[in-house]
C-alpha cells in the first residue's frame, strides 16, 4: 500500500538548516507529483513547495527568497526539502503528499520543525 515517511526534523536555532526526507513505497514515484505542505500551531495548512514527475520545482513559501529547495531522487523514491536560513515563522509540522497519475492523494505522518535559540 502507498506509504510517506518524512523525516529529518528536529530543534534547530535561527539562522541554521535542515534536510527534510519522505521516503515513498506502494507506487509509481517517478510519475507522482510530490509536495510538502506545513502547519503551525493555531494556523491552517499552507503548501510550501511542489516538484512535478518532471522535475520542474516551485517554492510558495520562501521568504526571503531562496532559502528553500525541493529536489527528488527517483532512484531512492524520496523527496527532499532543504531549508536553509531557518526563522522562528518556519516552525511548525511539515507534511509529505504525494498525488497519483490517478490523482488520488497520500499524506505522510508529519515531522515537527522548531527553529528557536
Known amino acids: 500500500q502507498v506509504q510517506l515517511v518524512e523525516s529529518g526534523g528536529g530543534l534547530v536555532q535561527p539562522g541554521g538548516s535542515l534536510r527534510l526526507s519522505c521516503a515513498a513505497s506502494?507506487?509509481?514515484?517517478?510519475?507522482?507529483?510530490m509536495s510538502w505542505y506545513r502547519q503551525a500551531p493555531g494556523k491552517e495548512r499552507e503548501l510550501v513547495a511542489t516538484?512535478?514527475?518532471?522535475?520542474?520545482?516551485?517554492v510558495y513559501v520562501d521568504s526571503p527568497k531562496g532559502r528553500f529547495t525541493i529536489s527528488r531522487d527517483n532512484a531512492k523514491s524520496t523527496v527532499y526539502l532543504q531549508m536553509n536560513s531557518l526563522k522562528p515563522e518556519d516552525t511548525a509540522v511539515y507534511y509529505c503528499?504525494?498525488?497519483?497519475?490517478?490523482?488520488?492523494?497520500?499524506w505522510g505522518q508529519g515531522t515537527q520543525v522548531t527553529v528557536s535559540s
Open positions: 503528499k504525494a498525488r497519483l497519475p490517478n490523482q488520488r492523494t497520500y
Open positions: 506502494g507506487f509509481y514515484f517517478s510519475s507522482s507529483a
Open positions: 516538484i512535478s514527475s518532471a522535475g520542474r520545482s516551485t
